[in-house]
Structure formats: C-alpha cells, structure tokens
T-cell receptor, first 111, second 117 residues
C-alpha cells in the first residue's frame, strides 16, 4: 500500500463546477500536509497547507481529518486555468521533513 | 515569495557523459535541499536530502556514487549524474526549505529535463 493515496482521476468537469479531491495517508506520525499543483512538464507549486481546523483560500478549501488520516481539497467555480495535476503531500516531520507525494489527480476543466 | 532557481532547464547529451545540475535559493538561506526525480505520469520520488556542510542522505535504492550531491553553501546545492545512461533520462527537481522547522513547505526549482541519447 502506498503511503499517500489519491483519487485516480482524471476528473473532467465543465467550467463553474465544484470538484473535490480526496487523499488518505498511512503514517499516523505525519504532522503537516500540503496540496501542490503541477502543470504539465513543470515543477510542483504550493497551493496551500492543510490544517485540522480547515482552511480556505478563495475558491479553494482544504480539510484534514487526523482520526481518519484523510485530506481533501474542494475547488469551487472551476476555471479553465485550474486544469492541472493536484498532488497530495505529506510531511514526514520525524524524518527531517521529507515530503511524500501522492501520485496526483489530474483535473481537466472544459469550456 | 521564496524563489528557487534550477539550472539548466534542459540537457541532451550522449551516454557516458556526466551532467551537473544546480539548485539555488535566491531570496532565502536553505539549510536543507531535496532532490527528486519524476518519470512521465508518475509521482515525484525523493532521491536524497542535502544539508549544508554535511553529507547527503540518500533514499533506499539511490546510488550515491552515481548521483553526487554537494551542498557547499546555504544557497547552492548541486546534483551530478555521473556516467549517465538512457535509463537516467528523467525530470530532476530540487526543492529548498529555509530554517530548521520541518513543518515549513518546500519551494521547488523549475526542474531539469535530462535526456541521454
């Protein structure tokens, strides 16, 4: 079993749709969590950190459930520019802060 | 925001060549840098962790003599792929984190696409 597992995707949605991505992690010692976005043939870029209290940044909302070891990302009012691969990332804080990446979920927003 | 520069962005060379990739933090001091490799349609895989002034820590299965890492200053780490072969062709990405707080996010360079003929 992979340490970080994500929805397989791809997700094909129309503009304006709301889309949700799920992610589970297996290492209960993990302390910090992130969503990164990666465009085709580019480097990952930090989208947002994820906290137990939930956090929102514009159209993006991230949630963390430590008991279930579950992370989510909600995108409202999807834009064409949201098309990318979304990477769920877990920080192995007890191992010097190594990042463990999920395989990514591809999102394609269509006109 | 934090900026990490990686150079070169693209390399095409013959088998047997050694290739050096540089990773620089431009506006912060990076005590720790990480090197990743990503194959097409796959996730990023950590190769090694580089701490300024000490030897790099390699992940299981990564040959330290093949992938030489040097982190000589707080703003520069280099990865040298020695005697590269076609199977080493991949997208190599570095990241950097400032300070000793392991909760801080990493900032990525824009990657180096390596093609060995």
């Amino acid at each position: 079993r992979k340490e970080v597992e994500q929805d397989p995707g791809p997700f094909n949605v129309p503009e304006g749709a709301t889309v949700a991505f799920n992610c589970t992690y297996s290492n209960s010692a993990s302390q910090s969590f992130f969503w990164y976005r990666q465009d085709c043939r580019k480097e990952p870029k930090l989208l947002m950190s994820v906290y137990s209290s939930g956090n929102e940044d514009g159209r993006f909302t991230a949630q963390l459930n430590r008991a279930s070891q579950y992370i989510s990302l909600l995108i409202r009012d999807s834009k064409l520019s949201d098309s990318a691969t979304y990477l769920c990332v877990v920080n192995r804080n007890n191992q010097g802060g190594k990042l463990i990446f999920g395989q990514g979920t591809e999102l394609s927003v269509k006109p | 925001g934090a900026v990490v520069s990686q150079h070169p962005s693209r390399v095409i060379c013959k088998s047997g060549t050694s290739v050096k990739i540089e990773c620089r933090s431009l506006d912060f001091q990076a005590t720790t840098m990480f090197w990743y490799r990503q194959f097409p349609k796959k996730s990023l895989m950590l190769m090694a962790t580089s701490n300024e002034g000490s030897k790099a820590t390699y992940e299981q299965g990564v040959e330290k003599d093949k992938f030489l890492i040097n982190h000589a200053s707080l703003t520069l780490s280099t990865l040298t792929v020695t005697s590269a072969h076609p199977e080493d062709s991949s997208f190599y990405i570095c990241s950097a984190r400032g300070g000793g707080n392991t909760n801080q996010p990493q900032h990525f360079g824009d990657g180096t696409r390596l093609s060995i003929l």
